[in-house]
């Protein structure tokens, strides 16, 4: 009876041991598949080098990930986690329009900072690489919360006001627009929130 004990827990040890091994071994593909986009870009990331990187071999890669959505979405939902979005609910909470406006730019371009290469290799080869729609999906969520956000509470912007608060709004909060003043226009972040929310402020007024 307790050699039979002594099996079963065996067993389950060994399982354990077996299940963490392949936790740990999924995170670090996906770890270096995540790098890889963040450095060539998800266009000229090949599975061979993603397998290179996380130290395994190319069918280890295909075992945790059959397909390459598969792998999209585990790198999207970890760097999503390892670089949370700004809080939009805490800029809804700030009553006054310009205030808010201010506060949600500096706040988003520096995240912005953060995040810039990745951003500019997922956005450059989001239209090369089919997987990348489904993974752009909480970030094109997220877009619109901030510039929903953004657009609220202006009191001059009635009837057909309200959309060009919507469209500055929309266009503020984009990447490419920050990327624009910040790299293209050399500005710092202070300017470029400063000429962002110049924009919004005078679409609502």
Not at 124 to 135: H, I, Q, Y
Not at 155 to 161: E, L, T, V
Not at 179 to 195: D, I, M, N, T
Request: proline share 4%.
């Amino acid at each position: 009876m307790s050699s039979e004990i002594h099996s079963r827990g065996k067993r389950r040890y060994e399982l354990r041991k077996r299940a963490e091994t392949m936790a740990a071994t999924r995170q670090r593909i996906t770890e270096a598949a995540m790098e890889l986009h963040g450095t060539v870009g998800p266009a000229r990331t090949t599975i061979t080098a993603v397998a290179e990187r996380a130290g395994v071999q190319r069918h280890t890669v295909y075992r945790h990930f059959p397909a390459e959505d598969d792998l999209f979405a585990a790198c999207s939902g970890h760097f999503l986690a390892t670089n949370p979005f700004p809080d939009v609910e805490a800029w809804s909470a700030i009553a006054d329009p310009e205030q808010r406006v201010a506060e949600a730019l500096d706040e988003l371009y520096a995240y912005y900072e953060r995040t810039e290469a990745m951003f500019s290799n997922v956005l450059r080869d989001e239209g090369l690489v089919t997987s990348l729609g489904p993974a752009m999906v909480p970030v094109r969520a997220f877009l619109e919360r901030a510039a929903n956000a953004l657009a609220a509470g202006w009191p001059q912007a009635r009837g057909g006001r309200r959309r060009v608060v919507a469209a500055a709004a929309r266009h503020v909060v984009d990447f490419r627009t920050w990327h624009s003043l910040a790299r293209g226009g050399g500005v710092s972040r202070a300017q470029a929130v400063e000429l962002a929310s110049a924009m919004v402020q005078r679409a609502g007024s």
